[in-house]
Structure formats: C-alpha cells, structure tokens
C-alpha cells in the first residue's frame, strides 16, 4: 500500500484552439454582417457652391430635363439616342476638340440621361466635361 501522496499533475491549458475557434467566428461575422443599403440614402442633388456660370464660345451647355430630353445650347435635341446627341454636340462644338461640354442636369434626370450625353461627347473626341450645379443659397430659395 502506497500512502504517499501523488504528485498531482497541474492542468495545461492550450489556447490555440480556442484562437482558432474565435477567429472563424470573427470571419463568419464579418462576412455575413449586412452593411448600410444606398437605396436608404436621401439624396438631393445636385447644389454646390461655385462661380457664377460664364458664357465663352468653347462651352457647349448640354441641357438634360428631368425626363430625359435634350437641349444644346438652348435648341432642342430631335431624339434621345447617343448618335442623336452627338451629331447636336458636333454642331455645336463651333472650338472643335477644344470644347467644354458643360452637363446641366435636372437633379431629378435619369443617370442614363447624363451619361448617354458622356458617351456622345466621348465619340466625338470631346474629352472636356463639367456638370453644372446651382448654390445652396439658391436650392433653399426654391
């Protein structure tokens, strides 16, 4: 009979299972956590503080109403397809590729509107181009 008392072995404890167990929960977080939607962001477009708009021969004013129409430099565009308003552009463009295409887009015009104007003012070599905007002393007024 032994009465001695054992030497108790002391419990280890291993912590890189746990590590390993936190880090694919971290993961498995990050991963499926849903982030803020752009369809609840309230946007009023477009104001900015900026000079007064100037008249020079090298702006061409591409108008673009809130549904969709065209106006360049005032005269109305006939359709709404890029070949249409390229061929407008090319006319009014009298500085050739040295024009400034100035967008003026109602802050309610559909994104393809603008960007049909982009692409036309592209094909026919004007690679200047600005947008329009109106002060927020102005927007708060209307």
Avoid: C, W
Wanted: proline share 5%; hydrophobic share 45%; no cysteine.
């Amino acid at each position: 009979m032994n009465f001695r008392p054992r030497q108790k072995d002391e419990p280890e404890i291993n912590l890189i299972p746990f590590i390993d167990v936190l880090l694919v929960v971290l993961i498995f977080l990050m991963l499926s956590t849903t982030y803020s939607k752009f369809t609840e962001l309230q946007l009023k477009l477009p104001v900015a503080d900026a000079d007064a708009q100037r008249d020079y021969p090298k702006e061409v004013i591409v108008a673009v109403g809130s549904d969709g129409r065209y106006s360049i430099k005032g005269t109305p565009v006939a359709g709404r397809s890029v070949d249409a308003v390229a061929q407008a552009l090319g006319q009014a463009a009298t500085a050739g590729k040295d024009s400034v295409v100035i967008i003026s887009a109602d802050a309610t015009a559909p994104h393809q509107s603008v960007i049909t104007v982009m692409e036309a003012a592209r094909r026919i070599g004007l690679v200047q181009i600005t947008f329009a905007t109106q002060s927020s002393a102005q927007a708060g007024g209307k």
